[in-house]
T-cell receptor
């Protein structure tokens, strides 16, 4: 079976740093994606990790440990527009994506 | 990345009617497209994998006779919700499978409301 866990909600302050964790147990693994989704809109791609380690892209970084079944998304210098849901998704065999429940991040002034 | 459109963006229909949703890959020939459903405050749930020129593969619990998928060309896949019920009201999102790192490119979604 497959299981992907993320915190349901998080709150952080503008300008701060927040880390969103994702743990997973899947039967196949072909990479892990992070997506950002604003209410009523489609998900937009943030990052992709297939090897262990940290991938940095501007204010956003993503980390993967395959042996631990663990990833995190790190958001720096938070802005109000970063308030959104953040979806962790596993690409398993057949290129299908299985999504976690998503983490709703609220950034406060 | 690929540019994906969906039509309509919003649709309201009466219970018992059928609704067709189109997903177009505007700049990329898509052999594989995916259809997802998202209920309020929930994550995306894969409904089916649409393969050009062949029958769609449905996920467990998704009725293939209720959610008809046609992928007749490399740029268009359609999802028809037949005999819609209020519980079918949801956000339907399609995606196109890119090449390279297995990335999926998502359409803007279709908000279906069944009265």
């Amino acid at each position: 079976g497959q299981n992907i866990d993320q915190p349901t909600e998080m709150t952080a302050t503008e300008g701060a740093i927040v880390q969103i964790n994702c743990t997973y147990q899947t039967s196949g693994f072909n990479g892990l994606f992070w997506y950002q989704q604003h209410a009523g809109e489609a998900p937009t791609f943030l990052s992709y990790n297939v090897l262990d380690g940290l991938e940095e892209k501007g204010r956003f970084s993503s980390f993967l440990s395959r042996s631990k079944g663990y990833s995190y998304l790190l958001l720096k210098e938070l802005q109000m527009k970063d308030s959104a849901s953040y979806l962790c998704a596993i690409n398993n065999a057949g290129n299908m994506l299985t999504f976690g429940g998503g983490t709703r991040l609220m950034v406060k002034p | 990345g690929a540019v994906v459109s969906q039509h309509p963006s919003r649709v309201i229909c009466k219970s018992g009617t059928s609704v067709k949703i189109e997903c177009r890959s505007l700049d990329f020939q898509a052999t594989t497209m995916f259809w997802y459903r998202q209920f309020p405050k929930q994550s995306l749930m894969l409904m089916a994998t649409s393969n050009e020129g062949s029958k769609a593969t449905y996920e467990q619990g998704v009725e293939k006779d209720k959610f008809l998928i046609n992928h007749a060309s490399l740029t268009l896949s359609t999802l028809t919700v037949t005999s819609a019920h209020p519980e079918d009201s949801s956000f339907y999102i399609c995606s196109v499978l890119g090449i390279g790192n297995n990335e999926q490119f998502f359409g803007p979604g279709t908000r279906l409301t069944v009265l």
